[in-house]
Structures are given as C-alpha cells and as structure tokens.
T-cell receptor
Framework: DAKTTQPTSMDCAEGRAANLPCNHS???????VYWYRQIHSQGPQYIIH???NNETNEMASLIITEDRKSSTLILPHATLRDTAVYYC???????????FGAGTTVTVRA | NAGVTQTPKFRVLKTGQSMTLLCAQD?????MYWYRQDPGMGLRLIHY???????AKGEVPDGYNVSRLKKQNFLLGLESAAPSQTSVYFC?????????????FGDGTRLSIL
C-alpha cells in the first residue's frame, strides 16, 4: 500500500468547515483513498472513499487532486462530536487489510 | 440495525488463561477481520476470513486462533494469554475486498493480561 502523510493535529471552530489534508504521492492506479475516524473509545468509523473523482456523502466531501497524489477531507460544518482521530488510508483494490497510520487528531472547539 | 457487535467489552485475564472473543455481524457480509490496537499505534490485522468456514493469517497472527463456523460470527481465541496481548481488539466486516467495499467496525474489546 502507498504510504500517507497527515498533519499530527489540527483545531477547528464549531460550525466552520474542517479541511483535512493527506499526501499520498506514491499512490498507484488501483489504489483507493479511504477516510476513517475514531472517536475516543470507539471503533473506527468509515467516512468516505474515492478513486479519482471527488465524492460527497452525508458526512463529508473528498477532494482528490488530478494527479491523485493528495486529497482533502472536508467536514462542512464541524460539531463538537466531530472531535476524533482521522485516518487517511490508501488501499489496493484487493488488499484485505486497512493500514492505519497515526492519523490527524482533530479538535473542534466551541 | 446493530452492525458489528463484539462481546465482551472488557476482560481481565491472568497470564496463561484462555478466552474467546466473539464478533457478530448482521449485515450478511462475506468478509470478517480481527485487528488489535495498541496505545499510540494504528490497527494491525491479526486474522481474517473471506467466507464461512475459511480463515487466513494477517500481519500479527502468532498467539491467536480464529474460527468462522457461521457466516455471521467470527471468533478470536487466545489459548495461553500473555501480557504482550494486552490490547484493544476490533472486529470488522465487509461485503468484499474490492477497493469500493468499506470495512465496518465494532466498538472493541478491551483486554488486559496480568
């Protein structure tokens, strides 16, 4: 799997958009970009994934650059409940495991 | 819809004791996984199953055994617990392994080995 690089931590104001960057410069054509988050003491929660195109669901938007070497997860209106560790994962289409790195600790402040 | 349910949620064992962790999913998923998460580290895959009656080793399988006798259940066993197995254990399931099939996780079993 391609390795990913994320900032260690970031703060966000409640009600504002949170933009979480991720670099994956060695990604290959068959690897998807996944985002998960882990709220304290809970299991990882799937957020969104994409291959080439930008994606949006009820939780977030995923913006993937044209060269696919980086992506940004956007939480449009952050709430206190969005405080969590966010993981950007690049996974080959047939790989069984998800490789979780250190992630970005996001703290949403009132 | 319960999703992925893990039992027990907490357990304390003494070195050398055995126990089984149970994972149940109600999404009719074919694939199931066991991960462990140690403090400050990401999740590491222990074992996985691609269907009823099948199991396979992941990254860190030593000291663990698994069974998938029913499609909805995936059991993780520790035959002789060691302090190094103190961890939080997460079970996950997915419809397949394709890149477009996300894994869905339970809330974990917190296991301490004294």
């Amino acid at each position: 799997d391609a390795k990913t690089t994320q900032p260690t931590s970031m703060d966000c104001a409640e009600g504002r958009a949170a933009n979480l960057p991720c670099n994956h410069s060695t990604i290959s054509g068959n690897e998807y970009v996944y985002w998960y988050r882990q709220i304290h003491s809970q299991g990882p929660q799937y957020i969104i994934h994409g291959l080439k195109n930008n994606e949006t669901n009820e939780m977030a938007s995923l913006i993937i650059t044209e060269d696919r070497k980086s992506s940004t997860l956007i939480l449009p209106h952050a709430t206190l409940r969005d405080t969590a560790v966010y993981y950007c994962i690049v996974r080959y289409t047939n790989d069984y495991k998800l490789s979780f790195g250190a992630g970005t600790t996001v703290t949403v402040r009132a | 819809n319960a999703g992925v349910t893990q039992t027990p949620k907490f357990r304390v064992l003494k070195t050398g004791q055995s126990m089984t962790l149970l994972c149940a999913q109600d999404m009719n998923h074919e694939y199931m996984y066991w991960y462990r998460q140690d403090p400050g580290m990401g999740l590491r895959l222990i074992h996985y199953s691609v269907g009823e009656g099948t199991t396979a080793k992941g990254e860190v399988p030593d000291g663990y055994n698994v069974s998938r006798l029913k499609k909805q259940n995936f059991l993780l066993g520790l035959e002789s617990a060691a302090p190094s197995q103190t961890s939080v254990y997460f079970c996950a399931s997915s419809q397949g392994t394709g890149g477009f099939q996300p894994q869905h996780f339970g809330d974990g079993t917190r296991l301490s080995i004294l």
